[in-house]
Every structure is written in C-alpha cells, then in structure tokens.
C-alpha cells in the first residue's frame, strides 16, 4: 500500500466522457429510486404458501391504496378540468360573440363611411354644380344688365326718330297714326325682300344654267378630244393596214409569180412524164391506153416498166457474168 503525504492530496481525475452519456447516467440514477426494492434473499421469508399470500396480500393493499390516492387525484383534476373547459367554453362563446359584434360594427362603419364618403362626393359635385350655375346666372345678369343699358341708349337715340314719325303724322293726311306707318314699311320691306328673293333665285337659276352650260361644254369639250383621239388612232390603224395592204399585194403578186412557176414546171413534167410513157408503151409495143391527164396511172405504168428493166439488167448482168466464168474455165481448160 502506497503512503500519500497530506500536504500533497491527490489529484481527482474525471472520466472523459461524452455531456449526454453523462446526463443519461444522470437520469438512470434518479430513477433508481423508483424502482421496486428487491431484498436479498436471506431478508426474505421463506417462500410458503400463506407467506407468499400474505405478502400478495400486502402488495394489494398497498396497490388499492394507491389505486383510490390515484382515484381521488384524477376526481379533482377531472373537476378542475371540466371548470376549465366550462371557462373556456364561456371565453369562447364571449370572444365569438365580440368577434360578431366586431365583424357588424366593422361592417356598418365601412358601410357608414362609404355613405358618406359617397354623399360627400355627391354634395362637392352639387356644389360645383350650383356653384357653376350661379356663375352662369351672374354672367347672364351682367349680359342682361349690359343689354338694358344698350337698349335704353338706343331707345335714346330713336326718339327723335318717334318724334319726327308724330311730325309727319300732324303734317301728312294719307298716315292717321304711327302704326299705319309702321303697317306701310312693313308692306314695303316685305315687298323688297320678296323681290329680292325672287332676284336671288333668279341669280341662282342663272348662275347653275352657268355651271350647267360649262359642265355640259366641259363635257362634250371632252367627247370631241376623245374622238379626235379615236380619229388620229384610226388614221394611224388606216394608214398601217394601207402599209401591210400593200405589203399583202406585194406578197400575193410574188406568190402568184411562184404559183405561176410551179405550174409551168408541174405541166413541163407532166408533159415529159406523157412522152415517158409514150415512149415506154412504144418500146414495149402496147399500146397507149392512159388517157394525157390520168398522171398518176402513167407514174404507176413507168414505175412498173422501170422495175422490170431493173430485174432485167440484173438477170443480164448474172448471165454475162456466168458466161465470163465459163469461158476463163474453156481457156484455162485448153491450155
């Protein structure tokens, strides 16, 4: 055994280990405490039936008394828990109602405000209107006013004209008062307006014949430049066909010259295509059954006597050439 001096204690050395593991061996060792109490064996009584029931026994009462602590335990917080819910429910019921009440007081005040929101749009925009209404009004007063004051000037001023009008009715016998005056210049104003009417349409009857006149001479200033374009086209038409007339002349002149040629030699050979035959059928002894104008019998008829002078010369050649054969082989033979 080491002796350790007591002025020099061990150091106490921790085990390094992990901060949970520490925690969870924390933890299992406060749960020792709850764990059932197991006594050794020689503690124990010895295992007998009755032994053995009486402690079953005491375990159950101890349970029992337990089970009812429990029992009463979960009574009350059963009560307490029912007065909580039934508080809750009560909160519930209040907070939804205040929410109700909230929501319709909210609503009617958005509505409220929108009412007057909207009457207070309304009665600005009734107020411009009245307001514009009486600035027209107090320009009409002043138009209005303006036009008293010029009317009494003018009244001011055709007063003398009144009072020459009284004038002319003291001294005049055909006017008994102002009115026949009046009825007089009437007559003769409607007079000069009817006249002048009547000039006024005249002016204008005279004024679209005017325009009529030109539109029409317009018009047919036009049909004459269209004709005269037709007539110079025309004239150029005539004057191209006289050109290709001519040139049409020119052309039947020279073919007829042709026509003319090719009949003279289509009759030359006709006619040597008669002596031909002629002289054929003479030779041949037959005698001259072909009439002058059938040219195409004649054609056939020389043909015919052509083809047989062919196989002649052929069947003459053949012989003079077999007799110059046979008579190589008699010299060579009396040689």
Same mark, same amino acid.
């Given at each position: 055994?080491?002796?350790?001096?007591?002025?020099? +204690?061990?150091?106490?050395?921790?085990?390094?280990?992990?901060?949970?593991?520490?925690?969870?061996?924390? *933890?299992?060792?406060?749960?020792? &405490?709850?764990?059932?109490?197991?006594? +050794?064996?020689?503690?124990?009584?010895?295992?007998? +039936?009755?032994?053995?029931?009486?402690?079953?026994?005491?375990?159950?009462?101890? =349970?029992?008394?337990? @089970?009812?602590?429990?029992? /009463?335990? @979960?009574?009350?917080? *059963?009560?307490?828990?029912?007065?909580?819910?039934?508080?809750?429910?009560?909160?519930?019921?209040?907070?939804?109602?205040?929410?109700?009440?909230?929501?319709?007081?909210? !609503?009617?005040?958005? %509505?409220?405000? &929108?009412?007057?929101?909207?009457?207070?749009?309304?009665?600005?925009?009734?107020?411009?209107?009245?307001?514009?209404?009486?600035?027209?009004?107090?320009?009409?007063?002043?138009?209005?006013?303006?036009?008293?004051?010029?009317?009494?000037?003018?009244?001011?001023?055709?007063?003398?004209?009144?009072?020459?009008?009284?004038? $002319?009715?003291?001294?005049?016998?055909?006017?008994?008062?102002?009115?026949?005056?009046?009825?007089?210049?009437?007559?003769?104003?409607?007079?000069?307006?009817?006249?002048?009417?009547?000039?006024?349409?005249?002016?204008?009857?005279?004024?679209?014949? *005017?325009?009529? #006149?030109?539109?029409?001479?317009?018009?047919?200033?036009?049909?004459?430049?269209?004709?005269?374009?037709?007539?110079?086209?025309?004239?150029? !038409?005539?004057?191209?066909?006289?050109?290709?007339?001519?040139?049409? %002349?020119?052309? $039947?002149?020279?073919?007829?010259?042709?026509?003319? !040629?090719? #009949?003279?030699?289509?009759?030359?050979?006709?006619?040597?295509?008669?002596?031909?035959?002629?002289?054929?059928?003479?030779?041949?002894?037959?005698?001259?059954?072909?009439?002058? &104008?059938?040219?195409?019998?004649?054609?056939?008829?020389?043909? /015919?006597?052509?083809?047989?002078?062919?196989?002649?010369?052929?069947? @003459?050649?053949? !012989?003079?050439? #077999?007799? =110059?054969?046979? &008579?190589?082989?008699?010299?060579?033979?009396? %040689?």
């Amino acid at each position: 055994m080491k002796i350790v001096a007591m002025n020099n +204690p061990p150091r106490i050395v921790f085990p390094k280990i992990k901060p949970e593991n520490a925690v969870l061996d924390l *933890r299992k060792s406060k749960n020792i &405490e709850k764990l059932d109490k197991v006594y +050794p064996e020689f503690d124990v009584c010895q295992s007998d +039936p009755k032994s053995h029931l009486a402690l079953l026994q005491i375990k159950l009462h101890k =349970t029992e008394k337990l @089970l009812r602590q429990k029992r /009463r335990n @979960l009574v009350e917080v *059963r009560k307490s828990l029912d007065e909580q819910w039934k508080d809750l429910d009560k909160k519930e019921e209040s907070l939804r109602e205040n929410f109700c009440h909230f929501d319709t007081f909210v !609503r009617e005040n958005a %509505e409220k405000r &929108e009412r007057a929101s909207k009457k207070i749009k309304e009665d600005k925009l009734l107020a411009m209107q009245r307001q514009e209404e009486i600035n027209d009004c107090q320009a009409k007063y002043i138009e209005i006013k303006q036009a008293k004051f010029e009317m009494d000037m003018k009244i001011k001023e055709y007063r003398i004209y009144d009072e020459f009008l009284d004038k $002319v009715i003291e001294t005049s016998d055909e006017f008994t008062s102002n009115q026949d005056m009046i009825n007089r210049y009437l007559s003769l104003l409607n007079a000069k307006n009817y006249l002048a009417k009547l000039q006024e349409d005249n002016l204008r009857a005279l004024e679209t014949a *005017r325009s009529d #006149m030109m539109k029409l001479i317009e018009e047919k200033n036009f049909i004459i430049m269209g004709l005269n374009n037709q007539i110079a086209n025309l004239q150029s !038409r005539y004057e191209n066909a006289n050109i290709k007339a001519l040139d049409c %002349e020119q052309s $039947v002149i020279h073919i007829k010259n042709h026509a003319v !040629r090719l #009949m003279f030699e289509i009759d030359e050979v006709k006619s040597s295509i008669w002596n031909v035959y002629v002289h054929m059928a003479h030779s041949k002894k037959h005698p001259v059954k072909i009439k002058k &104008e059938n040219i195409e019998e004649q054609m056939m008829y020389i043909k /015919r006597t052509l083809t047989e002078l062919s196989k002649v010369s052929q069947i @003459l050649k053949k !012989r003079s050439k #077999m007799n =110059t054969k046979s &008579e190589k082989s008699k010299s060579k033979s009396a %040689e």
